[in-house]
């Protein structure tokens, strides 16, 4: 197949149409863990879900029964340039670690971690998540701030879906000076901030991840966002919010904790959440997509992973980890960020996706 751009028609479910040009919408984009590398579509047909046409490892799947369809033809790159791995045209929002350091207390790794971190080695590790995610996604920046060290975490920033996002109204008034660099940021790209109340605290995809085959959102709360968060984020997104309740202080932010994965895996450690939280897991996901953590794993924050189809990169995975990784079709790259790590955040902390893939 190298080489050669062919003709396909893909039959898809539903048609969301995107309005904000900003984001560059005819570029080739992956869209999720389905993972079509579509090399040129009309602008009406760019944004769609691609749940039910999945393409993997160079073919087109049958679709699932029973789905009421319409029919459009797109144009799929087999060539091979454009594979899963490579023309992956997501955006990912990434800050600079200038002004990056541990001057305060707010989640229990912090502690004791006062000016112990190595500035130069930290740039290093930022640098090289940055170019491993640039081989995958078009990476933004948000410019660092002095005296907002934590401001290199830019899950926090806010949630993104479909043009739309909330800013993070942050719990702790050491982080709170970051919401307007944030929301000035969003703004002046293209995205719409949704309305917010200041009195509640919100982490944004910190605490908030997107499934990656159900249409829901998963949240977290007990430690940073507000147990009112969820029925606002239902109203804004239109979409079912799935609260899960965390109960460990190490792992303060859901996406400390766990992951959702391309084709409806998750990713999880199973003793941060309350028992009711792991019953909803068990109700929604499947046991042969549940990827259990074990707490040698989660301490070394491999829950915290920024997924780009098959690709997944976390601050360390054991072996055997990373052998449950490979035989659900993921291949892990590990990515060391010790330095991050001090102040509780690694790989997905460093990182927000501009555009989240309509399931
Ligand atoms: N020191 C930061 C805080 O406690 C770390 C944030 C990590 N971010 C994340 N998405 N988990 O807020």
């Known amino acids: ?41 009309t602008p009406e047909s760019f944004f769609f879900s691609l749940a039910p046409c999945l393409f993997q490892r ?8 029973g789905e009421q369809r319409e029919r459009f033809d797109l144009v799929v790159d087999l060539s091979g340039e454009n594979t899963v791995s490579r023309s992956v045209k997501q955006k990912i929002l990434m800050c600079p670690p200038t002004y990056y350091g541990v001057d305060y207390v707010i989640n229990p790794w912090m502690e004791g971690q006062h000016g112990k971190t190595d500035i130069a080695l930290a740039q ?33 920033a806010g949630l993104v879906w479909d043009g739309v996002v909330v800013v993070s ?27 917010w109340p200041q009195t509640v605290p ?44 965390l109960v460990d202080p190490r792992f303060y932010h859901l996406d400390t904790c766990m992951c959702p994965l391309a ?31 074990a707490e040698e794993d989660a301490a070394q924050f491999a829950c915290n992973t920024v997924e780009l189809g098959d690709q997944v990169f976390m601050n360390g995975a054991s072996d055997a980890l990373q052998a449950k990784l490979r035989a659900a079709g993921f291949n892990p790259n590990p990515t060391p960020l010790s330095e991050f790590l001090k102040a509780g955040g690694t790989a997905k902390c460093l990182t927000l996706k501009l555009v989240e893939p309509l399931v």
């Open 1 to 41: 197949m190298r080489g050669s751009v062919q003709k396909a028609v893909a039959f898809v479910t539903k048609i969301s149409l995107h309005s904000n040009d900003s984001l560059a919408p005819y570029e080739p984009w992956l869209f999720g863990g389905d993972a079509l590398c579509v090399s040129s579509l």
């Open 58 to 65: 160079g073919r087109l799947d049958p679709l699932r029964q």
């Open 169 to 195: 109204r942050f719990r702790n008034k050491e982080r709170q000076g970051e919401e307007p660099f944030f929301y000035d940021w969003f703004a002046a790209n293209g995205l719409r901030c949704a309305e």
């Open 202 to 245: 919100f982490e944004g995809a910190g605490d908030a991840l997107w499934d990656r085959a159900l249409p829901l959102l998963w949240i977290g709360s007990g430690f940073r966002s507000d147990v009112n968060a969820p029925p606002r984020l239902e109203k804004i997104f239109g979409r079912r919010v799935v609260q899960m309740k």
């Open 124 to 156: 290093k590790q930022w640098d090289a998540l940055r170019e491993k995610l640039a081989v995958h996604a078009q990476i933004e920046i948000v410019p660092a701030q002095p005296g907002l060290p934590d401001m290199v975490f830019t899950a926090n």
């Open 263 to 293: 084709g409806g895996y998750l990713m999880y450690f199973p003793a941060a959440f309350a028992p009711e939280s792991l019953a909803l897991i068990e109700e929604l996901v499947p046991q042969d997509k549940r990827i259990v953590v």
